[in-house]
């Protein structure tokens, strides 16, 4: 029985083939080889953690297949704004237009708007989008690993840091971790929605966290809310937090972010 995961990846591909035909890789290498180098996600994402203890990936999208349309008045330069002024470390952006009603565009609308590293936050199935990712400026992308089969990841990754950019690896259970552990890159993210039925539980999160080495930096994603689900995170060891759906329900998310920072204790 095919999962949600299948059937985006499988979509997902057929747009990639699409895609080829209307745009050429030669396209897409030019326009990547032409981009100012990285801003490094990490090393912002680093930074926060060490000067406040609270790292915010926030992230910047129109819908979800769970949520359905999460905020009608969409604009991602006004967004990337108002979550660097509430204080976020970084940016995530959906570009999947299918799944999320998003586009390759919102990308680079948020860029442009403020200084922030930007994750690229979409489905790899293909080589193509690590180097159209960079072609859109992307400094960081993002490895699904319950999407992809070993020699892909490192065949994604590699490309990726060949770039420069950070690579985000994404597991959800323990399988997935120790391939995810595989990899060069030291950014590990906790999915807390499992991808195959979207149900949310952030104890995944607990589950994992300790057994994932030091020298990694955990990112904790989805299902976060609150200021005590933050809290009851750090007790699991992880200050690193990627946050959309509850930032984006609120009318005005910058000061969402600072209510968010503030009920942690973590002043910006």
């Known amino acids: 029985?095919?999962?949600?995961?299948?059937?985006?990846?499988?979509?997902?591909?057929k747009q990639v083939a699409e895609q080829?035909?209307?745009r050429p890789i030669s396209e897409l290498l030019k326009r990547a080889n032409d981009q100012a180098p990285p801003r490094g996600f990490q090393r912002h994402l680093e930074q926060a953690i060490d000067k406040i203890g609270f790292g915010l990936i926030a992230e910047i999208?129109?819908?979800s297949p769970s949520a359905g349309v999460i905020r009608s008045v969409f604009d991602p330069d006004k967004?990337?704004?108002?979550?660097?002024?509430?204080?976020?470390?970084?940016?995530s952006v959906l570009t999947d237009k299918q799944f999320?009603?998003?586009s390759e565009g919102d990308l680079g609308q948020a860029r442009s708007a403020v200084d922030l590293p930007v994750l690229r936050k979409d489905f790899m199935v293909d080589t193509y989008q690590v180097v159209e990712a960079r072609a859109l400026g992307a400094d960081c992308i993002l490895l699904i690993v319950g999407a992809l089969t070993?020699?892909?990841?490192?065949?994604?990754?590699?490309?990726?840091l060949d770039y420069q950019m950070d690579v985000l690896v994404e597991v959800h259970d323990q399988a997935e971790l120790e391939r995810g552990l595989a990899l060069k890159s030291r950014l590990i993210g906790i999915n807390n929605r499992?991808?195959?039925?979207?149900?949310?539980?952030?104890?995944?999160?607990?589950?994992?966290?300790?057994?994932?080495?030091?020298?990694?930096?955990?990112v904790s994603e989805s299902g976060i809310e609150s200021p005590g689900d933050i809290k009851r995170l750090q007790m699991a060891g992880i200050h690193g937090f990627l946050i959309g759906e509850s930032l984006l329900k609120r009318n005005d998310v910058e000061q969402a972010v600072k209510v968010l920072f503030a009920g942690v204790g973590a002043k910006v």
Do not use: W
Not at 1 to 13: G, P
Not at 197 to 211: F, G, N, Q, V, W
């Open 20 to 22: 080829k035909t209307r």
């Open 79 to 91: 967004l990337a704004r108002s979550y660097k002024r509430g204080g976020a470390a970084c940016l």
């Open 1 to 13: 029985m095919s999962t949600i995961l299948d059937r985006i990846c499988a979509e997902k591909r």
């Open 194 to 218: 499992d991808l195959k039925t979207m149900k949310t539980d952030l104890a995944t999160s607990e589950r994992l966290a300790p057994l994932i080495p030091k020298d990694r930096r955990i």
């Open 150 to 160: 070993d020699a892909e990841l490192h065949e994604f990754e590699q490309l990726a």
């Open 61 to 63: 999208k129109k819908a």
């Open 100 to 102: 999320f009603q998003a």
